[in-house]
């Protein structure tokens, strides 16, 4: 008997093409998330992790981290089903913008679009550049940038 051959839900490099667009779910940021970043990361910053520190600073309470905002948008791109099954690397943050705070339990999506892409045969993927814009419950851009991929070619049969 053979090993089966897994099912991806993803898109191999070959059906994505420039311009399209899609739109995770939503996450709610927790509190926990803050605080299990925090021990992850190692970064304890006041501005984080104190509400009495917090409720002084122009934001008047705790914020996020950036990158665990981030992480959580890496995540949410994920789980489009985009990349699911079909993704050789992530290979690059080609640029990153933090433009608003994002708070304890405010709701995030990211909207993806493809902006570019580029056939690598030689590695039997292609190179795509995803735009990101991470949006809160109000519709207001927190985090936005651009990222490269590799996604795999469909297999040969």
């Not at 898109?11 to 605080?35: H, P």
């Not at 995540?75 to 290979?91: D, S």
């Not at 570019?116 to 990101?132: D, N, Y």
């Not at 940038?145 to 590799?150: D, H, Y």
Request: glycine fraction near 10%.
């Amino acid at each position: 008997m053979s090993p089966s051959t897994p099912t991806y839900r993803g898109k191999y490099f070959e059906e994505i093409q420039t311009g399209m667009q899609i739109t995770s779910v939503g996450r709610t940021l927790t509190e926990t998330d803050i605080v299990t970043f925090a021990g992850l990361s190692g970064d304890f910053n006041q501005i984080h992790t104190d509400a009495q520190f917090s409720a002084g600073t122009p934001f008047g309470q705790r914020v996020a981290h950036g990158i665990l905002g981030l992480s959580i948008a890496s995540g949410l791109a994920v789980q489009t089903g985009l990349m699911e099954g079909t993704i050789m690397a992530f290979r690059e943050i080609n640029d990153w913008k933090f433009i608003k705070p994002l708070f304890i339990g405010d709701t995030i999506h990211v909207v993806l679009e493809v902006k570019e892409t580029k056939a690598l045969p030689r590695l039997k993927a292609g190179s795509i550049v995803l735009e990101l814009d991470v949006k809160n419950q109000n519709d207001e851009t927190i985090m936005k940038g651009t990222w490269t991929a590799l996604i795999n070619m469909r297999p040969e049969a």
